[in-house]
């Protein structure tokens, strides 16, 4: 009637190893690391944003080099930390902009390296920054500019003749 102890054994080293993937498995898609590699922190002041996460990496030339660490509003401008593997140079000339893997994916923080001279260091900031493109405010831009036609101005005050469609003899 009861199970052996070589089935209870196995019952039991099978059911740690179901929670031991489950805890994997939450840490990886949480994005939760348990050993970080050696880094140094930086950050970028931005216009905006959107849809930019922490967590979302960062990247040289295709390649990531970080992650983002954490967002807050600063005078009016989003302020976002940076962590960057150890051993990456960026120098003080870079430009950080957020950029959209494919049309509708998640953001990123892309540097295009300068000429400078000199690297930052850890708390350093990048003076250079270009904000998200948001698909939206584009459409809406693109709507308001269709709807006014020719600049505001209806066709009879072009003439300016207060709304007859002839000119005025003199």
């Known amino acids: 009637m009861y199970a052996s102890r070589g089935t209870q054994f196995l019952v039991g080293l099978f059911a740690l190893l179901g929670m031991a993937a489950l805890a994997f498995l939450s840490f990886r898609l949480g994005r939760v690391e348990l050993f970080a590699p050696p880094s140094f922190l930086i950050y970028a002041n931005f216009d905006n944003i959107s849809g930019l996460k922490v967590g979302d990496s960062v990247q040289i030339a295709g390649v990531q080099v970080g992650k983002v660490t954490a967002e807050q509003l600063d005078d009016s401008r989003a302020r976002v930390a940076m962590r960057i593997n150890e051993g990456v140079k960026i120098d003080n000339d870079a430009i950080a902009s957020i ?56 066709k009879d005050e072009d003439l300016g003749n207060g709304g007859d469609s002839k000119p005025k003899q003199k």
């Open 99 to 154: 950029k959209t893997s494919g049309i509708i994916g998640d953001k990123y923080i892309a540097i295009s390296l300068g000429p400078g001279e000199k690297y930052l260091a850890n708390g350093s900031t990048l003076r250079q920054t270009e904000s998200a493109f948001v698909l939206e405010d584009a459409i809406g831009q693109l709507i308001n500019n269709a709807g006014t036609g020719s600049g505001g101005k209806g």
